[in-house]
């Protein structure tokens, strides 16, 4: 009888061990089994964005080659929003310009581009299809806007209504230049950019142009190398450039 009992308590004990065991593994497993599931859903989900983006891109690249291509047509390509958008494209080192200057659509490969640049090159082809300056309308419309602007700001207005549209979008761009920025923080940025008009005018050479604007500085910045080396970035980006306009 004793021994009837004892193995009645062994075996019972044996039994709560093995549902122990059984419940710790079932709840082992499905941890297991939901980290698979949650790590293949983010796979699939990370690949499905990449896909949409890479069908975006591509579609939207024969948009943008459209647009490139009558803007080359019409004399436009590589100004205003067309200039900031291959400016974008070499920024982000996507190299997927063929000789033309258009997007090489057969260079956007899901399985050689990474999201960052599928990322990249969709906001750079986004900026470009939102813009104003896509169209020859637009750029026509702007450009009429700017030499308004332009003829306001300058001591020479009539002479501003001549400017070819390429010397006014060369000449507006001064306004969103950090060098240009920072040169106005010492001398008002009227004065600059009416110097830079009257350089083109006269065909005033750099040594001049330089001297020119240092009358305007307090004395204290007369030598600062970085002031002279700002006024001669300005003249080899604006002044220079008209002159080879």
């Known amino acids: 009888m004793a021994k009837s009992k004892k193995f009645r308590r062994i075996a019972s004990r044996a039994s709560r061990n093995v549902k122990s065991f059984s419940r710790g593994l079932s709840r082992t497993s499905v941890t297991s089994n939901v980290k698979y599931i949650t790590r293949n859903a983010l796979k699939l989900s990370r690949t499905s964005t990449k896909r949409s983006k890479y069908t975006k891109a591509r579609f939207k690249a024969k948009q943008v080659n459209d647009r490139l291509s009558q803007l080359k047509r019409w004399g436009h390509y590589d100004t205003w929003s067309s200039k900031q958008l291959i400016a974008r494209l070499e920024q982000n080192k996507l190299n997927i310009l063929n000789e033309e200057g258009l997007i090489d659509v057969s260079k956007i490969n899901i ?8 990322t990249n ?6 900026t470009f299809l939102n813009s104003k300056t896509k169209t ?10 700017k030499r308004s602007n332009l003829v306001k700001k300058s001591n020479n ?10 010397e006014v979008e060369t000449l507006y761009r001064i306004y969103d230049d ?3 920025k920072n040169l106005s923080e010492k001398i008002k940025y009227e004065t600059i950019w009416n110097k830079v008009i009257t350089a083109k005018q006269t ?7 330089i001297e020119d604007l240092q009358a305007y500085l307090d004395p204290r910045h007369m030598n600062d190398a970085d002031v002279l080396e700002q006024m001669n970035t300005i003249y080899d980006k604006y002044v220079q450039a008209l002159e080879n306009n």
């Open 121 to 126: 090159m969709n906001k750079a082809i986004d």
């Open 136 to 145: 020859i309308q637009g750029i026509n419309a702007t450009i009429n806007k």
């Open 157 to 166: 207005p009539q002479w501003v209504k001549t400017l070819t549209n390429k």
């Open 203 to 209: 065909n005033t050479n750099k040594e001049d142009f």
């Open 178 to 180: 950090e060098e240009f």
């Open 111 to 118: 399985d050689k581009m990474n999201m960052t640049a599928l």
